[in-house]
């Protein structure tokens, strides 16, 4: 990929970021009293994962992307954590790790890196079913109900699908 579709890329990437906060900012502004106590010590961590993405982005280098945001994703939660106090929720949250991986396999893959998208969507959606069953079981008010075992299931049948309709031969 040359240097030009990088640098909109992560152009594009930090412009995503900005106007997320800057929108949850409005949605939620009983969420962000005051502009330091915004940027506690997750963002930190949030930042490093940032650096990472941006750093792998400029020299060219895009499996940088997934431990970027295996970072970045681990701020968010410890964020959501700390605005929120809901401390206990770790109990079923880190089922998104795999996600974020997911999500830098794709990431990767759109730098121009030897990685699949198919890949980082099937690890994005297990790690959204997995945090929904165990949500669901961990007590997480509303996150499939008394149907998460229908998420197993369903989880199931996509991986066995799957198996079928990928034609690699050994």
């Known amino acids: 990929m040359d240097k030009g579709k990088r640098t909109s890329i992560v152009g594009g990437a930090i412009l995503i970021l900005v106007g997320s906060l800057l929108f949850a900012g409005q949605i939620l502004p009983e969420f962000i009293p005051d502009f330091w106590e915004i940027f506690s010590w997750p963002w930190i961590i949030i930042g490093i994962g940032?650096?990472?993405f941006i750093l792998g982005a400029a020299l060219g280098e895009p499996g940088l992307a997934v431990p970027a945001t295996i970072v970045s994703g681990l701020g968010g939660i410890l964020?959501?954590?700390w605005y929120i106090g809901d401390w206990q929720s770790w109990s079923y949250i880190w089922t998104l790790i795999p996600g974020f991986v997911g999500?830098?396999?794709v990431l990767m893959s759109l730098l121009g890196g030897d990685a699949s998208v198919k890949d980082g969507s099937t690890l994005m959606f297990i790690s959204f079913?997995?945090?929904a069953v165990f949500g669901s079981f961990f007590g997480a008010v509303g996150m499939a109900g008394k149907y998460w075992?229908?998420?197993?299931?369903l989880l199931g049948v996509v991986l066995m699908v799957r198996t079928f309709f990928n034609k690699k031969e050994s």
């Open 149 to 153: 075992p229908v998420l197993l299931i």
């Open 103 to 105: 999500l830098g396999i």
């Open 129 to 131: 079913i997995m945090m």
């Open 79 to 81: 964020a959501y954590q």
């Open 50 to 52: 940032l650096f990472l």
